[in-house]
């Protein structure tokens, strides 16, 4: 039968506290790790996000240049206002048809729904070029400008 000497109760008493500090740091450390990687995620999500929402932006106004051929040479137009801006500019102007209801509609969407929204729209031989930019600095310090650029071939213009 072995005989096992267990050591002095002074000494595995230090050990256990010593290891139990140990164990601390190594999840803290852990903790401290997830909760950046989460961070991220949510930047990244957001930074998503908007790119979404200006791809839906862009598809409704190349919906909008479709049903309304007749005028799509009027619809070429630059974007480059602040939220309230646009909100003012749509108070003061009535929106007498389809096409100044259209523009109204995109210029609002593109400065109230897109952080520092801007957008570009032109119009050649039947080719719609829409170009939107936003500011992904919010979500990252020092980003550059985000932007999304659409070609899309609508047909012959009258």
């Known amino acids: 039968m072995p005989f096992f000497i267990s050591p002095p109760l002074a000494a595995?008493?230090?050990?256990?506290?010593?290891?139990?500090?140990?164990?601390?740091?190594?999840?803290?450390?852990?903790?401290?790790?997830?909760?950046s990687l989460q961070l991220?995620?949510?930047?990244y999500?957001?930074?998503?996000?908007?790119?979404?929402?200006?791809?839906?932006?862009?598809?409704?106004?190349?919906?909008?240049?479709?049903?309304n051929p007749e005028q799509i040479a009027f619809y070429a137009m630059t974007v480059d206002a602040d939220c309230e801006q646009a909100a003012a500019h749509q108070l003061t102007?009535?929106?007498?048809?389809?096409?100044?209801q259209d523009k109204l509609d995109f210029t609002r969407a593109v400065t109230c729904e897109l952080p520092a929204g801007r957008a570009r729209l032109s119009l050649h031989n039947g080719m719609a070029i829409l170009h939107?930019?936003?500011?992904e600095a919010r979500?990252?310090?020092?980003?550059?400008?985000a932007e999304l650029r659409v070609t899309a071939l609508l047909g012959a213009q009258p």
């Open 12 to 35: 595995a008493r230090g050990f256990s506290l010593l290891e139990v500090l140990v164990a601390v740091l190594v999840l803290a450390l852990g903790i401290l790790g997830a909760a």
């Open 40 to 43: 991220s995620a949510l930047r």
């Open 45 to 67: 999500h957001s930074g998503s996000l908007h790119a979404t929402h200006a791809s839906l932006l862009a598809q409704d106004m190349l919906e909008r240049l479709r049903a």
């Open 93 to 100: 102007v009535s929106a007498d048809s389809v096409l100044a």
């Open 132 to 135: 939107l930019q936003w500011s």
């Open 139 to 145: 979500q990252f310090v020092g980003a550059a400008d």
